[in-house]
């Protein structure tokens, strides 16, 4: 199973992966998953892409969409955080930047 895949499951189940709605505890889900699966020989090309470039490529989307300063001293979360007004609306950009980022590699 590959990056995709796993957010794809998350986003449907979050609950079944996390236990409490909270973006944080997605994102460190998906960040261990990620960790576990570059570790291994047989990496697949997204898992790479996505370990590589999610991060600037969320950041530049939130400058062309929300005017957030570039700066990296914020987490992807805290940026999500930042421009949203309730948890829910943050884990639904969260998914959404992930659907963007994986159409766009």
């Keep these: 199973m590959n990056i995709r895949d796993m957010v794809y499951r998350i986003k449907f189940r979050p609950c079944m992966y996390v236990g409490v709605l909270k973006l944080d505890y997605i994102y ?3 960040s261990g998953f990620l960790f576990n699966s570059i570790s291994r020989a047989d990496v697949e090309k997204i898992d790479q892409e996505y370990r590589d470039h999610f991060y600037e490529w969320v950041l530049k989307w939130m400058i062309d ?4 300063k570039d700066s990296k001293e914020f987490s992807i979360t805290e940026l999500i955080y930042n421009v949203c007004n309730n948890e829910e609306e943050a884990i639904e950009l969260y998914f ?5 980022f994986f159409n766009n590699y």
Excluded: A, G, P
């Design 28 to 30: 460190l889900f998906i």
């Design 96 to 100: 959404r930047l992930n659907e963007l």
């Design 65 to 68: 969409n929300y005017n957030v």
